[in-house]
């Protein structure tokens, strides 16, 4: 199960104006469609994109209004985070805020203050390291906990804490005014102060004022959001006689992963470049299915380059999708080929955090069960002119068929 996680579904007036999928050179997710199954799925009946962690919680086949109560939780798992009953986790990301002229330190949280960057200027895990440290100092309580993390993104375990209070993900406000973004309902003064405070500490670090000096932004303010309690999830196990392993970089998708009771493989960060990364998937990936059922890859597309203020040009996207056509997909369906029980099963989900009224973006899917002799159209292709007309298919109840006889 390849899954690519935020490819751009809109058209580019760089592109003709055409989309991603339709101008990439992509001849392996071609042949994939042209032999396998296309389709789209959605969540036609909800308010939410299906993309992230909550896609993959739907892929397994898990119904995401009964299991998914938010990414804290799973990123408590990942980070092997124990919570008791009446705890809260949550997402605690370090984001860049600026106001009109400055960084904002003569601001207080409001209109006046706008999301620059939600991963706090490209923040690396050891300067994160050194900012948590100075906020455990003065900001743990008995009821507030900090958890060490990955580059920007931590975890906060509230006990006793508002598991419905209001908290925006912080990507939506990106370019624009906090204000409407800020947490609300009972509790939110609470974490507003906590955020104010984190400002104060983070503001006169040295690490930051060494980003300034070099030219970066500083990570100058700790955005909690994405809270939820404790969930116990049935494991894959449990339901079906699955073993499984997942790659990932991802917190909370390595948490999902953890939950359904499936084992988790890192990728170093040491790994040289994009081309490099994948092609070791695909060993990782043979590896793993020398003794599982099922491995799950998850490539994160595009939403590094969506956190940063400055627009993506629809070029590096289409750069980005024809390494993963040439280095996973491509080794991927050789090593489906070279054997008559293994599938591939691809998704491309998309990358907006929003749903627009009336409209559900998709995510596109194939799945390839090896090479047909015949019947096959030579001018099917793996783009959403392909898939438009398919009807909208819930994951969910994609999982069994998924792993389901010949």
């Given at each position: 199960m390849v899954h690519i996680d935020g490819m751009p579904t809109h058209s580019f007036d760089e592109l003709g104006p055409r989309t991603v999928l339709q101008v990439a050179n992509i001849p392996f997710l071609d042949e994939l469609a042209r032999h396998g199954e296309l389709g789209r799925f959605a969540f036609p009946e909800e308010s939410r994109v299906f993309a992230g962690e909550l896609a993959f919680l739907s892929l397994l086949g898990y119904d995401t209004q009964k299991w998914y109560v938010g990414p804290g939780v799973f990123e408590?798992?990942?980070l092997e985070v124990m919570l008791d009953r009446n705890d809260v986790a949550f997402l605690c990301d370090f984001v860049t805020l600026r106001a009109k002229d400055d960084w904002g330190d003569g601001k207080k949280l409001g209109s006046a203050l706008i999301m620059d960057d939600v991963s706090g200027g490209g923040l690396e895990t050891e300067e994160a390291r050194e900012l948590l440290d100075a906020i455990n100092e003065q900001l743990v309580s008995e009821n507030i906990q900090f958890y060490m993390g990955h580059q920007a993104r931590h975890l906060m375990?509230?006990?006793?804490?508002?598991?419905?209070?209001?908290?925006?993900?912080?990507?939506?406000?990106?370019?624009?005014?906090?204000?409407g973004f800020l947490a609300t309902g009972d509790g939110a003064e609470i974490l507003r102060e906590l955020m104010e405070a984190s400002r104060m500490i983070l503001r006169h670090h040295p690490v930051n004022?060494?980003?300034?000096?070099?030219?970066?932004?500083?990570?100058?303010?700790?955005?909690?959001?994405?809270?939820?309690?404790?969930?116990?999830?049935?494991?894959?196990?449990?339901?079906?006689?699955?073993?499984?392993?997942?790659?990932?970089?991802?917190?909370?998708?390595?948490?999902?992963?953890?939950?359904?009771?499936?084992?988790?493989?890192?990728?170093e960060d040491s790994v040289a470049n994009e081309s490099d990364r994948l092609e070791k998937m695909v060993d990782i990936a043979a590896k793993?299915?020398?003794?599982?059922?099922?491995?799950?890859?998850?490539?994160?597309?595009?939403?590094?380059?969506?956190?940063?203020e400055q627009p993506v040009s629809a070029s590096t996207f289409v750069e980005n999708l024809e390494q993963v056509d040439e280095h996973l997909i491509g080794p991927l369906q050789k090593l489906c080929d070279e054997t008559n029980e293994t599938r591939l099963f691809v998704v491309a989900t998309s990358c907006t955090n929003k749903v627009e009224e009336g409209r559900h973006p998709y995510s596109r899917y194939v799945l390839y069960e090896g090479p047909k002799a015949d019947g096959h159209q030579s001018t099917v292709a793996f783009h959403d002119e392909e898939v438009s007309d398919h009807p909208l298919q819930h994951a969910a109840n994609f999982f069994e068929r998924f792993f389901g006889k010949k």
């Open positions: 408590s798992m990942n375990v509230w006990a006793g804490g508002n598991a419905k209070i209001g908290c925006r993900d912080p990507r939506g406000a990106l370019g624009q005014s906090i204000e004022q060494e980003r300034v000096n070099a030219g970066l932004k500083p990570a100058n303010c700790l955005w909690p959001w994405g809270q939820s309690k404790q969930a116990e999830l049935p494991t894959l196990q449990e339901r079906w006689p699955i073993r499984g392993a997942v790659v990932s970089q991802d917190g909370p998708y390595r948490g999902v992963a953890m939950a359904a009771g499936l084992h988790v493989v890192k990728i793993i299915l020398e003794k599982h059922d099922l491995a799950c890859l998850h490539v994160p597309f595009s939403n590094q380059m969506l956190q940063q």
